[in-house]
């Protein structure tokens, strides 16, 4: 059965920072294209950082209001089957509830959510003083 389970949310103060994992079961993490994204109530989900099977490039969801880049990281740990998001700097409107997915496609453009087939439940993620 293939699965997808994060853990690592919680209460952080802005400038902090939080690693969240991501493990696989019923498959290899490792031949997937895989990413991170994350939904706030009332609002579509948004791409955080993804990582293609196919080259090992990662991209984002560009946002001009927002950008992550440089504020966050993704890695994997093939020995463990578990993929990682890293965030630091945090700040209040990184609150929401943070999603791990995973698709067998070697190349997904743009960290777009609608192409990737697995999905964990979410762990929610609050920054605030």
């Known amino acids: 059965q293939v699965q997808l389970v994060e853990s690592g949310g919680g209460l952080v103060q802005p400038g902090g920072s939080l690693r969240l994992s991501c493990e696989a079961t019923?498959?290899?993490?490792?031949?997937?294209?895989v990413g991170w994204f994350r939904q706030v109530p009332g609002k579509e989900r948004e791409g955080v950082i993804c990582?293609?099977?196919?080259?090992?490039?990662?991209?984002?969801?560009?946002s001009p209001k927002d950008s992550v880049k440089g504020r966050v990281t993704i890695s994997r740990d093939n020995t463990k089957n578990t993929m990682y998001l890293e965030m630091s700097n945090l700040k209040p409107e990184d609150t929401a509830v943070y999603y791990c997915a995973a698709d067998p496609q070697p190349f997904i453009s743009h960290c777009i959510g609608l192409l990737y087939d697995y999905w964990g439940r979410g762990t929610q993620v609050t920054v605030s003083s």
């Open positions: 990582i293609n099977k196919s080259d090992g490039s990662i991209t984002y969801k560009e």
């Open positions: 019923g498959f290899n993490l490792n031949e997937y294209s």
